[in-house]
């Protein structure tokens, strides 16, 4: 597993993410949170519980009025964590989004989806 918490670009590029460097402070969405690296037995379990807790920190219960800070929290997701680890980040930001679109209550259930089980080394927002 990487060292590295953070990423810094070099500066302005062709992606369609602007870097850190460039976007005022004020514009940043996911605040208050701590990348720490972590061993999981079952990544998809623990993103989905991290990214929930982030989501009801925040308040979030409309998806479409929120979805700027929903988009930039996967971003930082994808981005601290290795690419092995996506498809566990993938999996659990979108049970995450079924789960708010269809429930008016900010408490589901985690059902784990058979197959996803694997250990890996990962990063996640606290």
């Known amino acids: 597993a990487s060292q590295r918490f953070f990423f ?11 870097s850190p460097d460039s976007l005022p402070e004020s514009d940043a969405l ?4 701590v990348a720490i ?16 807790e982030m989501i009801e920190a925040r308040e979030v219960m409309d998806v479409k009025a929120n979805w700027d800070y929903l988009h930039e929290l996967l971003s930082c997701y994808l981005t601290l964590n290795p690419k092995h680890t996506h498809k566990f980040i993938i999996s659990a930001f979108t049970d995450l989004l079924m789960s708010l679109m269809s429930s008016t209550t900010t408490h ?14 990962s990063q996640r927002l606290v």
């Open 108 to 121: 589901h259930s985690c059902r784990k989806p058979e197959g996803r089980h694997r250990r890996a080394f």
């Open 37 to 52: 690296q972590t061993y999981s037995p079952d990544p998809y379990t623990d993103f989905r519980r991290s990214m929930q």
């Open 8 to 18: 810094s670009s070099p500066g302005r590029s062709n992606s369609i993410f602007e």
């Open 30 to 33: 996911v605040t208050g949170g």
